[in-house]
């Protein structure tokens, strides 16, 4: 393999930095091809929650692993990673580079770290586990991490209902933590070479004002009836994967009577930005090669630019 066909570029950053912007200025210029980064793009159909980029956008612009499952299908990061990995043989074979564009970095660390097989789901033990989860509130639940599986308790947050059902059914299934099965090895993406664009600010009101602007700009755009239509097409969807999404959640609760209308967006913008909190503790494990303070940047694609020599790529 050349080194041409072993550079993947990647554009890594918090919710609502302006990620996607950025993508399309290189994109523009340089022989780039995008492939989403993001853990709920992936659902057709789940549009404004998500920022997804519009019609235009997309048919203007490869994007790869966007709009593959329906919301009610399910979805892991191993699936991702066999995913991602056609994606990058592609785009190689058109004589494109990769570039990798969000903020769920789980997949990313994935990708960058590598990971083992994650056992599959057997029913029984995910009846077993839901049925737990029913009768248990999710913080109890946590708490019994602390014991099987202490790098996902740390990890996880205590309210993140999905995520801790999952570790406990892998505990179960395997008698091994979930946390076991991220390791360095068996990686197949061991073959690249990774170029990560960090962009972050170290100005946390100018990202809680992103953030604040856009949550209001998406129920403005109508997310309210996007999630009437995707629950009114999809019974039984609320428990799905996809409807733990921000912003979908959110709004079931309140559809269920279990929020009240004034109290809708500043939950969804309290969400987003705890996410923001923990995607940046996330960026802390890797490396960058180049790192953009974007409050204070002027031109960011020309500092990016200049920090990656891109002129080679011409």
């Known amino acids: 393999m050349s080194t041409k066909?072993?550079?993947?570029?990647?554009?890594?950053?918090?919710?609502?930095?302006?990620?996607?912007?950025?993508?399309?200025?290189?994109?523009?210029?340089?022989?780039?091809?995008?492939?989403?980064?993001?853990?709920?793009?992936?659902?057709?159909?789940?549009?404004?929650?998500?920022?997804?980029?519009?019609?235009?956008?997309?048919?203007?612009?490869?994007?790869?692993?966007?709009?593959?499952?329906?919301?009610n299908e399910d979805y892991n990061v191993f699936?991702?990673?066999?995913?991602?990995?056609?994606?990058?043989?592609?785009?190689?074979?058109n004589k494109k580079i990769p570039l990798l564009v969000g903020g769920?970095?789980?997949?990313?660390?994935?990708?960058?770290?590598?990971?083992?097989?994650?056992?599959?789901?057997?029913?029984c033990v995910k009846d077993f586990v839901s049925d737990l989860m029913n009768k248990y509130s999710p913080k109890i639940m946590h708490n019994c991490l602390k014991d099987i599986d202490h790098d996902s308790f740390l990890?996880?947050?205590?309210?993140?209902?999905?995520?801790?059902?999952?570790?406990?059914e892998v505990y179960i299934s395997s008698g091994k933590p979930l946390s076991s099965f991220f390791k360095s090895s068996n990686n197949f993406f061991d073959k690249y070479e990774f170029i990560n664009i960090k962009l972050y600010t170290e100005d946390r009101n100018y990202i809680h004002e992103k953030i604040k602007t856009r949550t209001s700009?998406?129920?403005?755009?109508?997310?309210?009836?996007?999630?009437?239509?995707?629950?009114?097409?999809?019974?039984?969807?609320?428990?799905?994967?996809?409807?733990?999404s921000i912003g979908y959640k959110h709004i079931i609760e309140y559809l269920n009577n279990d929020l009240k209308k004034e109290d809708l967006i500043d939950r969804c913008i309290f969400a987003t930005r705890q996410l923001a909190k923990r995607q940046f503790t996330w960026m802390k494990n890797f490396s960058f090669e180049s790192e953009i303070e974007i409050s204070s940047t002027g031109n960011i694609l020309k500092k990016i630019e200049k920090n990656l020599h891109l002129e080679k790529l011409m």
């Open 5 to 71: 066909n072993r550079n993947i570029y990647s554009i890594i950053g918090p919710t609502a930095i302006g990620k996607s912007k950025i993508a399309i200025e290189l994109v523009d210029k340089y022989p780039f091809e995008i492939i989403s980064l993001d853990s709920s793009m992936i659902y057709r159909e789940m549009n404004i929650g998500t920022d997804k980029p519009d019609s235009k956008i997309l048919s203007k612009y490869k994007h790869h692993l966007i709009d593959i499952i329906d919301p």
């Open 79 to 93: 699936q991702y990673c066999k995913d991602i990995n056609v994606a990058i043989k592609e785009i190689f074979k």
């Open 104 to 123: 769920t970095m789980m997949y990313f660390n994935a990708i960058i770290n590598g990971l083992d097989d994650i056992p599959k789901k057997i029913p």
């Open 155 to 168: 990890r996880i947050n205590s309210n993140d209902q999905q995520r801790i059902e999952r570790a406990i």
């Open 217 to 244: 700009r998406m129920f403005e755009q109508g997310l309210i009836d996007e999630v009437k239509h995707i629950l009114d097409k999809y019974p039984n969807i609320e428990k799905c994967q996809s409807m733990k």
